[in-house]
């Protein structure tokens, strides 16, 4: 320590002082400029620093928010860059545009750049109608007049016959602190025109990018889908999604929502017949659009009836080709919607795929039972909690309907809802 002390004399050069200090904090002069190597100019702290980002705490992959906080627990923390979820559509597509227009709307507040693709409705007129945000001093606020206003007296008697019930965890509607990931939106208002005139989007509305004379090629996709393509790969590569621009220093996320995506309007038959003449035609999409997808700073949403695809090996490679794949089942126009054991939900949600990145096994949801139900200002997924089994309320057939759900969705609801989640409870 002595001779250590003496280099850094007046004689003694700049390592000599660097040696001196290495020996008093036992840290050589590598490991100290190690993390200077990989500062702001480094390319993992540079995808970390994306707005509306962070990294996975389980595989360290890029993940973005899908407006909704819930889901995106269930999914392992949200959505990872370069994957694709696909969301299928309800029974009368009601509740399936709500996840849709989440996506979108979490993309504006935090200042990514969208891709909004449609046959049915123009882009523009998708951005007007997505829901507002809620900030974190009102969001509070907001979430327990929402909560109060739905609550019904027989919530506030206290359960005397299922006392188990009352070991379960108590359920969060609103967020529990302010670094919760995505935020909450009011699905009765809609977002401020500044922020959307603020916003950078790039619209895709099919009936104006098809022309009147259309020309047979030997491609097997359809003449919407090989425009959709060119236009995707356009955008990822003249704004330089791709890392193909290494001057663009910010670096940002392309968020990108494709609606109603296999049915006759985008030109697609997978609806029409159960042996379609193009039932390769979305498969074959669905490869090229992952691929970019993969390459880029990008993430994508699709929404597909598959209650319409009546050829179910169809339905099976659509799945194989996503990563992340939510089924919503609406209780309209069935037998649920007037069954009491159900009066307090509007559907069931169900998680079919989660993806498997950087290891063998995905991420699995412990919580299988799960379903949804729209307030005046709230989308929420809770678990289902059904009330207990009264011989004097509770029919005959109201136990067999019960009985059928429960198989399907796991060994119980109370089984199976066992810590702390950080859904809307």
């Known amino acids: 320590m002595a001779a250590a002390a003496t280099s850094c004399g007046p004689r003694a050069g700049a390592s000599g002082c660097v040696v001196a200090a290495a020996g008093k904090d036992s840290v050589t002069s590598f490991q100290r400029r190690g993390p200077k190597a990989s500062g702001p100019d480094g390319g993992c702290r540079r995808l970390a620093s994306i707005a509306g980002t962070r990294p996975s705490v389980r595989n360290g992959q890029l993940l973005v928010s899908t407006g909704l906080p819930a889901l995106d627990q269930l999914l392992g923390g949200g959505l990872a860059v370069g994957t694709l979820l696909l969301i299928e559509e309800d029974k009368y597509n009601i509740y399936s545009p709500l996840l849709f227009k989440y996506f979108l709307a979490e993309g504006i507040i935090n200042g990514h750049t969208l891709l909004v693709a449609s046959a049915k409705e123009d882009p523009a007129e998708i951005l007007q109608e997505l829901p507002a945000p809620l900030l974190n001093d009102n969001c509070k606020k907001e979430v327990d007049e929402d909560v109060c206003s739905h609550k ?39 977002i401020p025109q500044e922020l959307i005139e603020a916003s950078k989007w790039h619209g895709f509305f099919l009936p104006e990018k098809i022309s009147s004379t259309l020309s047979v090629e030997s491609c097997s996709l359809t003449h919407g889908y090989r425009r959709l393509l060119h236009f995707i790969q356009n955008i990822i590569c003249e704004e330089g999604f791709d890392g193909s621009n290494p001057q663009k220093k910010e670096k940002n996320v392309l968020r990108i929502g494709i609606q109603n995506l296999g049915s006759p309007l985008w030109g697609d038959d997978i609806c029409c017949t159960e042996n379609c003449n193009n039932s390769q035609s979305l498969t074959k999409f669905l490869y090229v659009l992952r691929g970019l997808l993969r390459t880029s700073l990008s993430v994508c949403i ?40 159900y009066q307090e939900y509007h559907g069931l949600i169900h998680i079919r795929q989660i993806p498997r990145l950087n290891n063998l096994i995905g991420d699995v949801s412990d919580v299988k039972d799960l379903a949804f139900k729209l307030r005046r200002k709230l989308f929420t997924i809770e678990r289902l909690h059904l009330p207990p089994d009264l011989s004097d309320t509770v029919s005959r057939s109201g136990k067999q309907d019960l009985a059928e759900p429960t198989k399907l969705l796991g060994p119980g609801c109370g089984v199976t809802a066992g810590g702390k989640k950080h859904l809307d409870f």
Not at 160 to 175: C, D, F, S, T
Not at 323 to 336: A, Q, W
Request: no cysteine.
């Open 152 to 190: 019904t007296p027989e919530s506030n008697i206290k359960m005397k016959i299922a006392w188990r019930y009352q070991l379960l965890p108590k359920m969060e509607v609103g967020p529990i602190s302010s670094s919760i990931f995505g935020h909450y939106y009011d699905a009765s208002k809609r």
């Open 302 to 341: 699709i929404t597909v009836p598959t209650h319409l695809i009546q050829n179910k090996a169809v339905i099976a490679r659509v799945t194989n080709l996503s990563d992340t794949v939510v089924g919503l089942e609406s209780f309209i126009g069935s037998e649920r919607e007037t069954n009491p054991l």
